[in-house]
């Protein structure tokens, strides 16, 4: 074995062969269809409302087997094309599109400085480029359920809308137990 990326392997996971790719299977006729391409891992797809777009998960970073970070994209499904809405600061993941398809909900994990720990926020990111906004800022709140070590665990929750996109609905591990939480896109 030759090995060539500095993260090769995680514990719980085993090696890594190959990357992480989406596609898309049609229903009718089992038909797929790969969507994503390069030596990226692109992972964690969700399909806006009106099914035109995918967001998804990748770390296209020169650096990406170092940076421990990853990134928030959009893929047009008629043109194919690919945009990066945010930028390299933190490990995004879970995204989840608003009713009316302007925003996504993801946790997000901010850049490892200084051998530290931070907690895991809760972030929401406009399509339309603006940025990412943590609904938890100044508050000492995790959006996690999970237990700190480097053991890959089962993704526990997805961040959930309200109807009227005025809410975002999460999990926060607090003080060794995990409440259900409501956060304001506008600060509540």
């Known amino acids: 074995r030759q090995i060539t990326r500095l993260q090769y392997r995680w514990d719980g996971h085993g090696y890594y062969e190959g990357r992480s790719k989406l596609f898309r299977v049609w229903l009718a006729d089992g038909r797929a269809e790969q969507l ?11 399909c806006s409302p009106d099914g035109r777009t995918i967001a998804f998960i ?24 690919l945009r990066r809405l945010t930028a390299a600061t933190h490990a995004f993941g879970q995204p989840v599109w608003s009713p009316d398809g302007t925003r ?6 901010p850049s ?6 931070y907690n895991v926020a809760l972030m929401v990111v406009g399509v339309d480029g603006s940025a990412p906004r943590d609904l938890l800022a100044g508050s000492d709140l995790s959006a996690e359920t999970g237990v700190y070590n480097d053991l890959p ?26 409440d259900l939480m409501r956060a304001g896109t506008t600060g509540e």
Do not use: K
Request: aromatic share 10%.
């Open 36 to 46: 994503t391409f390069g030596d990226f891992e692109d992972e964690q797809a969700s």
């Open 58 to 81: 990748s770390d296209r970073e020169e650096n990406r087997d170092a940076n421990m970070t990853a990134d928030l994209w959009l893929l047009d499904l008629e043109t194919r094309a």
């Open 112 to 117: 490892i400085r200084d051998h530290s720990a």
């Open 104 to 109: 996504l909900a993801c946790v997000a994990s």
């Open 153 to 178: 665990s089962v993704s526990g929750f997805l961040p959930a809308w309200s109807a009227d996109g005025a809410w975002v609905y999460a999990l926060a591990q607090r003080r060794c137990v995990v």
